[in-house]
């Protein structure tokens, strides 16, 4: 299977700030990615796929980056709605996987 | 708008079979692959399988000999069954619609807890 690491696990920032979480897959997955916000009780909510491309109705403060093993969900404007947790989520290869989660906190 | 509802027991005693199922309504049943995943503490989110709309199956190799995901297209439903239960298995499992790889729909969720 594909691993993908996120860094870091937990992110702690104030409102305006301007974030940045990491993904790196264990081996090249093209533009295969997509980024999840999940709030607590709630299932995950698709944010971005293809690596870059915002899903319908999906704020423009957020952005993706990348491409191949790397990749990047970029959060500007940082809003008390978006503490939630992000997931990276590969799908190059059949067997789907996922990141393991990054925290979002405020400050 | 795509809206997916599953239902299935809640708590399950070793070894028994888990058995969910999830009802598509709105959009278009035949386009999508419809999935099962699973998400502990522990392992965070896991791909448990999918199905199309002609019965064509998709496991994550590592549940495969347990499970078996089916499809009812006279009623827009797809069912997981999980046999052989372990603690192990203690997870929220959520129903989905898979598009070009990425899940942009999601049942709520259901909490299976096995517990003797």
């Known amino acids: 299977d594909i691993q993908m690491t996120q860094s870091p696990s937990t992110l702690s920032a104030s409102v305006g700030d301007r974030v940045t979480i990491t993904c790196r897959a264990s081996q090249n997955v093209n533009r295969w990615l997509a980024w999840y916000q999940q709030k607590p009780g709630k299932a995950p909510d698709l944010l971005i796929h293809?690596?870059?491309i915002l899903k319908s109705g999906v704020s423009s403060r957020f952005s993706g980056s990348g491409s191949g093993t790397e990749f990047t969900l970029t959060i500007n404007s940082l809003q008390p709605d978006d503490i939630a947790t992000y997931y990276c989520?590969?799908?190059?290869?059949?067997?789907?996987?996922f990141g393991q989660g990054t925290k979002l906190e405020i400050e | 708008q795509v809206q997916l509802q599953q239902w299935g027991a809640g708590l399950l005693k070793p070894s028994e079979t888990l058995s969910l199922t999830c009802a598509v309504y709105?959009?278009?049943?035949?386009?999508?692959?419809w999935n099962w995943l699973r998400q502990t503490p522990g392992k965070g989110l896991e791909w448990i399988g999918e199905?199309?709309?002609?019965?064509?199956?998709n496991y994550n190799p590592s549940l495969k000999s347990r499970v078996t995901i089916s499809v009812d297209t006279s009623t827009n439903q797809f069912s997981l069954r999980l046999s052989s239960v372990t603690a192990a298995d203690t997870a929220v499992y959520f129903c989905?619609?898979?598009?070009?790889?990425?899940?942009?729909?999601w049942g709520r969720g259901t909490l299976v807890t096995v517990s003797s």
């Open positions: 989905a619609g898979l598009r070009l790889g990425e899940f942009p729909y």
């Open positions: 293809k690596a870059s």
């Open positions: 989520q590969q799908y190059n290869s059949s067997v789907y996987t």
């Open positions: 199905i199309n709309l002609s019965g064509s199956t």
């Open positions: 709105g959009g278009s049943f035949s386009g999508y692959y």
